[in-house]
Protein backbone atom coordinates (compact mmCIF):
# COMPACT_ATOMS: atom_id res chain seq x y z
CA UNK A 1 0.00 0.00 0.00
CA UNK A 2 2.27 2.56 -0.94
CA UNK A 3 2.02 6.31 -0.94
CA UNK A 4 2.59 7.67 -4.59
CA UNK A 5 3.41 11.29 -4.88
CA UNK A 6 4.16 13.35 -8.52
CA UNK A 7 5.35 16.71 -7.95
CA UNK A 8 5.78 18.92 -10.42
CA UNK A 9 4.95 22.65 -12.74
CA UNK A 10 1.33 23.58 -12.51
CA UNK A 11 -0.57 22.90 -15.52
CA UNK A 12 1.90 20.24 -16.73
CA UNK A 13 -0.40 17.53 -16.82
CA UNK A 14 -4.19 18.45 -17.32
CA UNK A 15 -7.08 16.82 -15.30
CA UNK A 16 -6.96 13.87 -18.29
CA UNK A 17 -3.58 13.07 -17.98
CA UNK A 18 -3.67 12.86 -14.23
CA UNK A 19 -6.76 10.77 -14.39
CA UNK A 20 -4.82 8.26 -17.02
CA UNK A 21 -2.02 8.41 -15.02
CA UNK A 22 -2.93 7.68 -11.97
CA UNK A 23 -4.12 3.97 -12.21
CA UNK A 24 -0.77 3.25 -13.94
CA UNK A 25 1.37 4.51 -11.64
CA UNK A 26 -0.26 2.80 -8.78
CA UNK A 27 0.34 -0.17 -10.89
CA UNK A 28 3.69 0.22 -11.86
CA UNK A 29 4.41 0.45 -8.19
CA UNK A 30 2.13 -1.94 -6.07
CA UNK A 31 2.68 -4.73 -9.19
CA UNK A 32 6.08 -5.18 -7.35
CA UNK A 33 4.26 -5.55 -4.17
CA UNK A 34 1.36 -8.22 -5.28
CA UNK A 35 1.00 -9.65 -8.02
CA UNK A 36 -1.72 -9.54 -9.65
CA UNK A 37 -2.65 -6.34 -8.06
CA UNK A 38 -5.92 -6.57 -6.09
CA UNK A 39 -8.84 -4.38 -5.67
CA UNK A 40 -7.83 -4.20 -2.20
CA UNK A 41 -4.56 -2.77 -2.98
CA UNK A 42 -5.37 -0.25 -5.35
CA UNK A 43 -7.54 0.84 -2.78
CA UNK A 44 -5.03 1.62 -0.38
CA UNK A 45 -2.63 3.38 -2.30
CA UNK A 46 -2.20 7.18 -1.96
CA UNK A 47 -1.34 8.91 -4.78
CA UNK A 48 -0.94 12.68 -5.01
CA UNK A 49 -0.46 15.62 -7.27
CA UNK A 50 1.52 18.20 -6.20
CA UNK A 51 1.72 21.35 -7.95
CA UNK A 52 4.12 23.55 -7.76
CA UNK A 53 3.51 27.03 -8.93
CA UNK A 54 5.61 28.44 -12.03
CA UNK A 55 7.27 31.10 -10.27
CA UNK A 56 8.49 28.16 -7.66
CA UNK A 57 10.26 26.21 -10.65
CA UNK A 58 13.68 26.15 -11.37
CA UNK A 59 14.43 23.62 -13.92
CA UNK A 60 15.32 25.93 -17.27
CA UNK A 61 11.81 26.62 -17.45
CA UNK A 62 10.86 23.37 -18.56
CA UNK A 63 8.39 21.20 -17.23
CA UNK A 64 9.30 18.26 -15.44
CA UNK A 65 8.12 15.23 -13.00
CA UNK A 66 9.34 14.07 -9.87
CA UNK A 67 7.62 10.38 -8.35
CA UNK A 68 8.11 9.59 -5.24
CA UNK A 69 7.16 6.41 -4.42
CA UNK A 70 7.19 5.35 -0.80
CA UNK A 71 6.50 1.70 0.28
CA UNK A 72 7.00 -0.44 3.48
CA UNK A 73 10.55 -1.56 3.48
CA UNK A 74 11.31 -5.19 2.22
CA UNK A 75 8.16 -5.59 -0.92
CA UNK A 76 11.68 -4.41 -3.29
CA UNK A 77 14.64 -6.20 -4.52
CA UNK A 78 16.88 -4.81 -6.76
CA UNK A 79 14.99 -6.19 -9.67
CA UNK A 80 11.85 -5.08 -8.32
CA UNK A 81 13.18 -1.29 -8.28
CA UNK A 82 14.31 -1.85 -11.43
CA UNK A 83 10.94 -3.11 -12.94
CA UNK A 84 9.43 -0.41 -11.03
CA UNK A 85 11.68 2.48 -13.10
CA UNK A 86 10.58 0.88 -15.83
CA UNK A 87 7.03 1.29 -15.32
CA UNK A 88 6.70 3.98 -13.84
CA UNK A 89 8.86 5.25 -17.61
CA UNK A 90 6.36 3.58 -19.48
CA UNK A 91 3.07 5.19 -17.48
CA UNK A 92 4.24 8.55 -18.77
CA UNK A 93 5.34 7.11 -22.18
CA UNK A 94 1.67 5.71 -22.52
CA UNK A 95 -0.11 8.99 -21.40
CA UNK A 96 2.06 11.87 -22.69
CA UNK A 97 3.18 9.89 -25.77
CA UNK A 98 6.23 10.34 -27.93
CA UNK A 99 6.87 13.31 -29.38
CA UNK A 100 9.48 11.88 -31.61
CA UNK A 101 12.46 13.82 -29.58
CA UNK A 102 15.74 12.60 -28.49
CA UNK A 103 18.74 13.75 -26.81
CA UNK A 104 21.64 12.68 -25.09
CA UNK A 105 22.54 12.08 -21.53
CA UNK A 106 25.85 10.86 -20.40
CA UNK A 107 26.52 8.92 -23.54
CA UNK A 108 22.66 7.38 -23.46
CA UNK A 109 19.79 8.35 -26.16
CA UNK A 110 16.93 9.66 -24.42
CA UNK A 111 13.48 9.71 -26.33
CA UNK A 112 11.52 11.28 -26.25
CA UNK A 113 13.98 14.18 -24.90
CA UNK A 114 11.22 14.80 -21.71
CA UNK A 115 11.91 11.74 -19.99
CA UNK A 116 15.37 13.36 -19.22
CA UNK A 117 12.77 15.37 -16.17
CA UNK A 118 11.55 12.26 -14.88
CA UNK A 119 12.93 11.29 -11.63
CA UNK A 120 11.62 8.51 -10.01
CA UNK A 121 12.76 8.20 -6.20
CA UNK A 122 11.75 4.61 -4.12
CA UNK A 123 11.92 5.23 -0.61
CA UNK A 124 11.23 2.34 1.22
CA UNK A 125 10.38 3.52 4.76
CA UNK A 126 12.11 1.43 7.55
CA UNK A 127 10.56 -1.59 9.23
CA UNK A 128 8.04 -0.41 11.81
CA UNK A 129 8.27 2.87 10.74
CA UNK A 130 4.80 2.26 8.94
CA UNK A 131 1.62 3.58 10.08
CA UNK A 132 -1.73 2.66 9.20
CA UNK A 133 -5.26 3.08 10.65
CA UNK A 134 -3.27 4.62 14.12
CA UNK A 135 -1.06 2.11 14.98
CA UNK A 136 2.50 0.59 13.43
CA UNK A 137 2.13 -2.16 10.96
CA UNK A 138 5.51 -4.40 10.05
CA UNK A 139 5.41 -4.99 5.74
CA UNK A 140 4.25 -8.96 6.36
CA UNK A 141 0.97 -6.78 8.14
CA UNK A 142 0.98 -4.87 4.59
CA UNK A 143 1.55 -7.87 2.60
CA UNK A 144 -1.38 -10.16 4.10
CA UNK A 145 -3.91 -7.41 3.45
CA UNK A 146 -3.00 -6.05 0.18
CA UNK A 147 -2.87 -10.34 -0.75
CA UNK A 148 0.99 -10.72 -1.15
CA UNK A 149 0.82 -14.24 1.32
CA UNK A 150 -1.23 -15.67 -2.04
CA UNK A 151 2.09 -15.97 -3.85
CA UNK A 152 4.12 -18.38 -2.32
CA UNK A 153 7.49 -17.22 -3.61
CA UNK A 154 6.50 -13.59 -2.96
CA UNK A 155 5.90 -14.25 0.31
CA UNK A 156 8.83 -16.11 0.97
CA UNK A 157 10.88 -13.08 -0.35
CA UNK A 158 8.99 -10.82 1.53
CA UNK A 159 9.50 -12.66 5.43
CA UNK A 160 12.76 -12.98 4.55
CA UNK A 161 13.82 -9.05 3.65
CA UNK A 162 12.12 -8.49 6.67
CA UNK A 163 13.25 -10.48 9.28
CA UNK A 164 16.87 -9.30 7.65
CA UNK A 165 15.63 -5.76 8.04
CA UNK A 166 14.20 -5.85 11.91
CA UNK A 167 17.32 -8.04 12.78
CA UNK A 168 19.42 -5.17 11.42
CA UNK A 169 17.23 -2.10 13.16
CA UNK A 170 19.08 -0.31 15.74
CA UNK A 171 16.59 -0.02 18.23
Known amino acids: MPVIRVTCPENVLTS????????LLIDAVMTQEVDPVTDVARNATF???HEIPQANCFLGNEPFWLVEAMTAAGFFTQERR??????????FLKVL??????????GVRIAPAYLRRLYCLLI?????SWGATGHGVSALEIGHMI???KDPQRWSEL???TAKLQAARAT
Open 159 to 161: KVT
Open 124 to 128: EIPEG
Open 82 to 91: DRTQTAVTQA
Open 147 to 149: GSD
Open 16 to 23: EQKEQLAP
Open 97 to 106: GDDGSSTELG
Open 47 to 49: LVY
